[in-house]
């Protein structure tokens, strides 16, 4: 008989969305050559979850990684956790890159952590060992080969028993049988069944048996079994779930599922969902498993009539759910769907629903009916309408933005291209060109005589730079105007600095000085210690522009003291924030009107966004009536709140595509989401805010999560042009909200990055002027360049990083980047301590005021290497544009999960690239990581971390303090102002509007809570 195969459950620790090497690792577990089962559970998993889920799973081991601090309170938590359940066998294995110090593994693994795996550990290497640890503690004990015995072993476990006698309702086990083919939605479907039956029934058992294909994979038989990651209801007291692989290839159920389902009626468990595999059913015998209901779901593209009249599940389904009626098509598969039923199978029910919206009527109406078919309640109405649309991304009829976009800069390429051939042919007559091009040349002459002096003269800045050796360097180096081929070259491909195509700038000149462009991203512990942190950045700035980090809790939308197993996480990696008066405290001593404030919140960000607006308010105020020397009038505090609109400046970063795509911080659904911030954006139009940018799309999280240099650009640009076309559906009008739009991209050490400010600035410009009509100032591309944080290796992390980062900053100016952060040198251990923030903040200094180069603006101007990988990188996002478009546009391709697994699939090649197998070259080299070593156990190999920015005890609790006096001085009003803003959320009014009222009565978690309850929580995606 064959072995059992290993069960081991992956999961990324509470408040952490770092999923990138528990991902990598997924795949390198799947490749091992190893017969194995690998449940994974998600990123944000408390330890509670997670020590449920490896009860429930029966899994022999648990890995997690943890890279959002507090590590040295979550693991030890989660092992006790573990124990509490009976679990003192299973392994726990952990990993954080540098994160985790040598100190804190050590104290880690003496705690009863198995392994934790360092910089140092391969993820190959990791696997391999992690394996063959698991394998040598199991076969000291073996269990029953059956999972069905074993699943029975585990329901009679101490724990499992302890949970049921507090369970009051028993009865007869019914059992519904989800069936549909893979991506239908059918966990999300069981999701929402389930969280309607919790509601419905408060006594109600529930057991889940998720089944997933096992496949031949790597040299070993494996299963990813993964449909806990989109479940939200499942960490619940009466809910069991257990994932099932099938155990062969071509087996469409699991041969155990019988013994099972025996094992969990024997356990008195009301209700058993059992959901098939989806794909590589077509041997599905549904009878076999003798469920009382059946349940099919279809979606649009389950077939035409020819193809339904072949599905034996439709004729044998008593309810049948079409999924995601909110697509295009849809309506019309649904009319099939009824034809065919009404033929074949007229007993049956079919009803249209949106699995992923919060309280949708269909599935309501569908619960109703199984309700009824289980013999709980009667059925509901007879007829299910069909849905309206809901909320629209982007309108039907506008959906091909994207191929549009490309055809648009390939029109423009193809016309410049069409005027050089002119000209060439015909050097002394250019009348045969387009009259804009002839003007231009006619003009050129002089226009560079005073593009040399005038433009300059209009800043007070000289047109010449002068360097230490005498050369007199032009700020901007222009074509000869006597060479008419190349300048139009010039002018139609790269324009002046300051006109379009903007590909050498947005500005026609820039200043010399290096201060202007720096935003270094700062928080760290409490408000104070942030606040401090933020006045050292700005200490002699004229106008300083503060970048915020948040903690992992606040990211989230939660309070510091949502999770006791995370409280470890309290101002780590961030600032934690749970009310507008510790945004108060994080800014004091700053004048709110001049400075700019970048902060990087997106799931919260109108929440944060509005705590920022009432605490910059509240300044002001005090500080008009200290001049004053008396309370303001209303009629004051109107004038005030009006002027103050219009001075605050500074970006929130509220992307929430990349959210999904990338970061892993979206906490609701993202329809709602979207919609939360085009209220912000409304507002901002509605009441004057003008310097405020309502989003910073950002691509630097998705190239961080492994994305290539072109897969960044291009899906961020693409969800750029998604924003446009949704605020567009909204009735805003272009040049009213694009000016407030910024970019954030990463620089790293591939080539494309010399070329990536200029392809982006030029395709957002064609396609803002030919495709959206805007005008000049909305053609522009403005964005931050932050340098990569993966690039930076722990090892030698003092002497190699740095070389590291003086190249990415110096790509990041090449780029002409609006603004820059460089990060630190010991950024792979923790947040940035003050003298590796000092040296990273004068990086760009020293390069624009030390070293010469700088003084000419548009150095790569001309030059064939730049203009032929412009060419390239221009193709390949243009490429791309074209596949997302072919999926349905950003939308429905980021719900397809296209996104994540395109840059989880990129992030796997990056590390296996980087990855150091004796004895074998690497393919990417990496000096002092992979090449160039030094030995294990040299003193320089892993430099000591001399400044830790962790909280320490007395701060963390005095966070909690606040956030709990906080709460019970608004304990009356609070509920009232939730409740209202409940109201604005659930009608057509603006949320942002209200949050400036709510933020004063409620804490971040329970105003994120009370939305979520409207708009749905967020569900993750693998
Ligand atoms: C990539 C990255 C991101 C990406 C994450 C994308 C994603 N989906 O994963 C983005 C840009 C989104 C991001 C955001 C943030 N990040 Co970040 N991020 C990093 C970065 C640069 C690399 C981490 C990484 O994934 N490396 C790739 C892995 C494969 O390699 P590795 O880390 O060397 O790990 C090796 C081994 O340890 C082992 N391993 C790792 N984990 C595990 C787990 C198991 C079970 C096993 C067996 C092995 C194993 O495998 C690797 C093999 O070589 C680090 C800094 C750094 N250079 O390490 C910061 C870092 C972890 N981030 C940090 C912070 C603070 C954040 C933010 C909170 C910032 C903020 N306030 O907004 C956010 C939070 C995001 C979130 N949702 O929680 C801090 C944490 C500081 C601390 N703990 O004190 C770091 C250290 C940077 C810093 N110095 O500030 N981040």
């Known amino acids: 008989m064959k072995d059992r195969p290993l069960r081991i459950l992956t999961a990324v620790a509470a408040f952490d969305g770092h999923d990138a090497s528990v991902l990598a690792l997924n795949r390198a577990l799947l490749e091992a050559g190893r017969a194995l089962e690998l449940i994974y559970l998600g990123f944000n998993m408390r330890s509670e979850q997670i020590a449920l889920a490896a009860l429930q799973e029966g899994a022999d081991a648990v890995a997690v990684s943890s890279y959002n601090g507090g590590h040295l309170e979550f693991f030890p938590h989660l092992l006790r956790r573990l124990r509490q359940l009976g679990l003192a066998e299973t392994l726990l294995f952990g990993g954080g890159g540098g994160t985790i110090l040598p100190q804190d593994e050590a104290q880690l693994e003496a705690a009863g952590v198995e392994k934790i795996y360092g910089p140092g550990w391969s993820l190959t290497a990791a696997a391999k060992d992690m394996l063959e640890r698991t394998l040598a503690a199991r076969q000291g004990r073996p269990g029953p080969p059956d999972p069905g015995q074993e699943l029975a072993l585990s329901l009679a476990s101490g724990p499992a028993r302890a949970a049921r006698r507090a369970w009051a309702e028993s009865g007869r086990s019914r059992t519904l049988l989800v069936a549909g083919e893979g991506g239908s939605g059918k966990s999300t479907l069981i999701d929402e069944l389930v969280r309607r039956f919790l509601a419905a029934f408060p006594a109600m058992r529930i057991a889940i048996l998720a089944n997933d294909p096992t496949l031949k994979r790597g040299g070993g038989e494996t299963a990813l079994l993964a449909d806990r990651v989109r479940m939200n209801s499942i960490y619940h007291a009466r809910v069991w779930m257990r994932s099932v692989a099938t155990g062969s290839p071509y087996a469409p159920l699991s041969p155990a599922l019988p013994t099972m389902l025996d094992a969990l009626r024997g356990a008195d468990f009301d209700l058993i969902l059992m959901e ?20 099919a779901v279809k979606t649009r593209e389950s077939g035409s009539g020819l ?37 074949s199978n007229p007993g049956a029910r079919l009803f249209p629903v949106i699995a992923k919206a919060a309280g949708d009527p269909g599935l309501d109406a569908l ?85 040399s002096r005038q433009a300059a003269e209009a800043q007070g800045i000289a047109p ?46 820039r200043h010399l000085r290096g201060g202007e462009t720096t935003r270094q991203f700062a928080g760290l512990r409490g408000p104070e210690e942030t606040n401090r942190r933020l006045h050292l950045l700005a200490n002699g700035v004229a106008r300083p522009r503060l970048s915020i980090a948040f903690d992992g809790i606040t990211l989230y939308g939660a309070d510091s003291d949502e999770d006791e197993g995370s409280a470890g996480k309290i101002g780590e990696g961030g600032v934690a924030i749970d009310s507008w008066e510790d945004m108060k405290r994080l800014l004091a001593g700053f004048s709110i009107p001049e400075i700019s404030t970048s902060m990087t919140i997106n799931g919260p960000a109108p929440v944060i966004l509005a705590m920022y607006f009432v605490a910059a308010f509240e300044f002001e105020r005090e500080r008009c009536e200290k001049e004053a020397g008396a309370p303001l009038s209303e009629a004051e505090e109107q004038a005030l709140r009006k002027r103050l609109l219009g001075e605050l400046r500074g970006t929130v970063q509220a992307d929430i595509l990349k959210e999904v795509q990338a970061q892993n911080e979206s906490i609701f659904q993202p329809d709602f989401a979207i919609r939360l911030l085009g209220d912000v954006q409304q507002w901002f139009i509605e009441n004057g805010v003008r310097r405020f940018y309502s989003l910073s799309v950002s691509g630097y999280h998705i190239g961080e999560a492994g994305a290539t240099p072109a897969q960044e650009l291009a899906f961020t640009l693409a969800n750029g042009f998604t924003y446009v076309e949704n605020f567009l559906s909204r009735g805003m009008k272009i040049d009213a909200f694009a000016p407030s739009l910024s970019f954030f991209f990463r620089v790293s050490h591939e080539a494309e990055w010399l070329a990536f400010g200029a392809v982006c600035r030029k395709i957002w410009a064609i396609a803002l002027r030919d495709r959206y009509g805007a005008s000049e100032r909305s053609q522009h591309l403005r964005f931050h360049t932050q340098t990569s944080g993966r690039a930076l290796q722990a090892q030698e992390w003092d002497s190699l990083n740095p070389l590291r980062l003086v190249h990415h900053a110096l790509l990041g100016l090449l780029a002409d980047t609006n603004s820059l952060h460089v990060d630190s040198a010991d950024e792979p251990m923790t947040t940035p301590s003050q003298k590796w ?73 990056y590390e296996a690239q980087r990855s150091r197998a004796p004895g074998e070259e690497p393919r990417r080299r990496i000096i002092g990581y992979n090449v160039f070593e030094l030995p294990e156990g ?10 830790l920015a962790r909280c320490s005890p007395q701060e963390r609790e005095l966070q909690l303090a606040r956030v709990r006096n906080f709460k019970a001085r608004h304990r009356k009003d609070g509920p009232e102002a939730l409740e209202r803003l409940k109201q604005v959320a659930r009608g ?9 009222t709510t933020v004063r009565h409620a804490s971040l978690g329970q105003i994120c809570g009370a939305l979520a309850e409207v708009g749905g929580r967020f569900r993750k995606m693998v």
């Not at 648009?408 to 060439?424: F, K």
């Not at 999926?887 to 429905?892: F, H, S, Y």
């Not at 057509?988 to 400036?996: I, R, S, T, Y």
């Open 276 to 295: 098939t595999p989806g794909t590589g059913q077509s041997g599905l015998d549904a009878s076999a498993l003798g469920a009382d209901v059946l349940l």
């Open 307 to 343: 193809q339904l009249h072949k599905d034996q599940l439709l004729r044998d389904a008593d309810l049948v759910a079409l999924n995601k009626a909110d697509q295009e098509g849809a309506r019309a598969a649904f009319g099939e769907l009824q034809g065919f039923l009404a033929e």
């Open 367 to 451: 619960f109703a009916a199984l309700c009824g078919r289980l013999g709980r309640e009667p059925e509901g109405p007879a007829a299910a309408a069909f849905p309206a649309a809901l909320f629209v991304l982007v309108p039907h009829g506008r959906r091909a933005y994207l191929a549009e976009i490309a055809s648009n800069v390939r029109a423009y390429d193809a016309w410049v291209s069409g005027q050089l051939q002119q000209l060439r042919q015909h050097p002394e007559d250019p009348g045969g060109l387009d009259p804009a091009c002839a003007r231009l040349l006619d003009q050129w002459p002089q226009l560079w005589q005073r593009l």
């Open 464 to 509: 010449v730079a002068e360097t230490q050796s005498g050369y007199r360097l032009p700020r901007v180096a222009l074509p000869d105007p006597r060479d008419k081929l190349e300048s139009l070259r010039f002018l139609l491909e790269e324009g002046l600095p300051g006109q379009f195509p903007f590909v050498t700038g947005l500005h026609p000149y």
């Open 837 to 909: 923030v000092r040296q990273a903040g004068l990086i760009p200094n020293y390069l624009r005021e030390e070293a010469e180069i700088f003084l000419i603006q548009n150095l790569l101007s001309g030059s064939y290497a730049f203009r032929t990988l412009m060419a390239e990188l221009q193709q390949e996002i243009l490429a791309e544009f074209e596949r997302i478009d072919a999926l349905g546009g950003v939308g429905p391709a980021t719900e397809l999960g296209y996104q994540r697994r395109a840059i989880a699939e990129s992030s796997a090649r």
């Open 938 to 947: 040299h003193p320089d190999k892993f430099p000591e971390v001399a400044e």
């Open 988 to 996: 057509e009014g603006n949320v942002f509007g209200e949050l400036l």
